[in-house]
């Protein structure tokens, strides 16, 4: 059974990309062939900076949604392993619940 991924890339122009997957070097080849993505592929060579396994496909597209919401410094800080993307993903979940209304 193959693992579930989420990735950062960096692109030529030097902005970052993120992503899932589930086979990470057919990926790297298919977004450096332009094959991938509408915003990758103008921007090739792209590499990989930041790769996390993931429990299964819905965590990885869970990750890949909340690390797109991270502003540019802190995905340095997550490519540099400055944080952590598990913490870092639970502490957002906490705010995100604190700020939603209970229901009853």
Do not use: W
């Amino acid at each position: 059974m193959k693992a579930d991924y989420v990735y950062i890339l960096r692109c030529r122009d030097g902005s970052y990309y993120t992503g899932y997957t589930n086979d990470l070097e057919k990926r790297i080849e298919m977004h450096n062939e332009g094959k991938a993505s509408k915003y990758t592929a103008p921007r090739i060579p792209v590499r990989f900076v930041f790769t996390q396994e993931c429990k299964d496909k819905s965590d990885a597209l869970k990750k890949e949604h909340f690390i797109k919401t991270l502003d540019r410094k802190d995905k340095e800080k997550l490519i540099n392993y400055e944080i952590d993307l598990e913490e870092t993903y639970q502490d957002y979940l906490i705010k995100r619940n604190e700020k939603s209304p209970k229901k009853i």
